[in-house]
């Protein structure tokens, strides 16, 4: 549905995409995961015809946005970062007014606009103006506004900013049931991992405009199950001496946190747990919990971007 | 087709609502009637020949040299830079429809809104005719239409520098600037000899409403050079618009 091969956006000297290339299929959720300037905005902007390719080719439902951009545009809904509407209008008239330009007309432009905005939880709303709306209010709008022709693609550039956790949980669910009972192919990006961890069927990996990863939560968390984690509890604010002497008596173990009472391990391997055992049993020190830990995607982020994807891979 | 006259409902529906367009309006009016008025009560050619209202009015008064060059700026001024300070502009180009249709549709919203300026300056002299007064009809349609053309041409020129960033101070400006040139360059240079002179008496836009349109004639060059040149700025502007898809 989402086709992306080697595509490039050069700004002047700054590369902000290099050489992308992935598959969004119909019915399935691709988060973006990244750092600000990752290129993820400049990524969906491209695929939402705002901007062209450096280099590279990208289609949507088999419409080339090069060489076909409207028909791509019309199989797309797209939210950007920061939507907006003009603020004079209100939310009913802004509705009919993009629908009006995605071409629907008269019965079906009410029907669809109320439809959406049903869905979407706004329907007591449409004589509001756009101004007068709460942010998450407005991102719902523009969730509508994507939505109204009822494309087979959707882009959705940051669509969590703004909402508060209750409508986060909503609107997750929704992005889902979007996906996989209506089959639309949808890409979305966030540089809130929990929410990418949640939503996606896979994650893409972007840093500095390269991809670092791409596979399902599974898939990439594997990556670092090689090495366990495991958290200690300490009594009496003994982290600080244990953190600089572990990395010198086991050479591999990471210190991923520490805290006054407590430190996040990262073993070099599976048969240091014992030996740390056995260690821990002649020290001072009083561990009162000792929990292995799954890696969570916020490591795999951290190791990605840190060892510019070669580590995990 | 229906994407279009969403776009063009909106841009008109979006000037009927703005109250500073309504200020702006009403400034021109009083502005323009206070102009009717000395016209008729100062002016000694007018005076002696009512007939020539028309020519004084549409050709070479006040209206033509001041007001005119700087109030379509003020309408187009946010046409395409209060889309690019909103954020707005993102969502609209990436609609399914082309980049043409929403500057056409932009200038046609503003051109129709603009009729309301020229109404209002129509019905002073439809008040005048029918409190008695022998009017040229012919030389008032004449003058009408040709300042309806040169407004054609300023609100293209407006548009175009609406487009240029977010700044609205600069829209209004700047294509108030680039107005006031049109009309003062070939002004000032049409005495000149050789090719220049040539250039500016034949770009001379008072002349082409003093003596075309408000003597009563249809001038099919005046017509010409106004629609061509605000085809110009339409162009222009649509390059501006279609230039961040360009490859760098």
Known sequence: MIRVRGLTKR?????????LSFEVRPGEVLGFLGPNGAGKTTTLRILGGFLPPSAGEAAVAG???????????????????????PPELRVGEYLR????????????????????????????????PFAALSKGFRQRVGLADALLADPPA?????????LDPLQRVEFRAFLLRLAHDQEKAVLFSSHVLPEVGQVADRILVLDRGRMLACGSRGELL?????????????????????????????????????EADGLLLRLADAGQVSALFRWLAGRPEEVVAFQPEEPDLEELFRVLVAGGGEEAA | MRAFAALLRREI?????????????????????????????????????????????????????????????????????????LGTLEPLLTAPVSDAAVVLAKYLGASLFFLLFWGGVLFLFAVLSLLGAPLDWARVLGGFSGALLCSLLFLA?????????????????????????????????????????????????????DRGFAAGLLDSYAAAFFLGLAGLFLFLTWVRLVSRRWVP
């Open chain 1, 97 to 128: 007014f993009r629908a009006g330009l995605k071409g629907l007309g008269g019965r079906a432009r009410r029907r669809r606009c109320a439809e959406v905005a049903e869905l979407l939880g706004f329907g007591d709303r449409l004589r509001q």
């Open chain 1, 222 to 258: 594997a990556r670092l199950e090689q090495a366990p984690r495991l958290r200690l509890r300490l009594a009496g604010g003994a982290a600080a001496g244990l953190a600089a002497a572990l990395p010198e008596a086991f050479p591999g173990l990471t210190v991923l946190a520490a």
């Open chain 1, 63 to 85: 419409h080339d946005l090069t060489r076909a951009s409207i028909p791509a545009r019309r199989a797309t809904g797209y939210l950007p970062e920061n939507f907006a509407a």
């Open chain 2, 157 to 209: 020129v407006g548009l175009f520098a609406s487009s240029w960033s977010g700044n609205l101070v600069l829209a209004a400006g700047g294509g108030a600037a680039i107005n006031y040139l049109l009309l003062f360059l070939p002004a000032i240079a049409e005495n000149a000899a050789g090719p220049v002179g040539a250039v500016a008496r034949a770009a001379h836009i008072p002349n082409m409403l």
């Open chain 2, 13 to 85: 529906f979006s000037l009927l609502v703005t109250p500073s367009v309504y200020l702006l309006l009403g400034v021109w009016y009083l502005l323009n009637g206070i102009l009717f008025v000395y016209a008729l009560d100062f002016s000694p050619e007018v005076q002696s020949d009512l007939s020539l209202l028309p020519q004084y009015f549409f050709g070479s008064s006040l209206l033509v040299w001041l007001l005119l060059p700087a109030f379509p700026p003020l309408v187009t001024l946010r046409l395409l830079a209060e889309e690019l300070r």
């Open chain 1, 11 to 19: 700004y002047g000297p700054i590369m902000a995409v290099r050489d």
């Open chain 1, 154 to 162: 959707l882009l959705l550039d940051e669509p969590f900013g703004g």
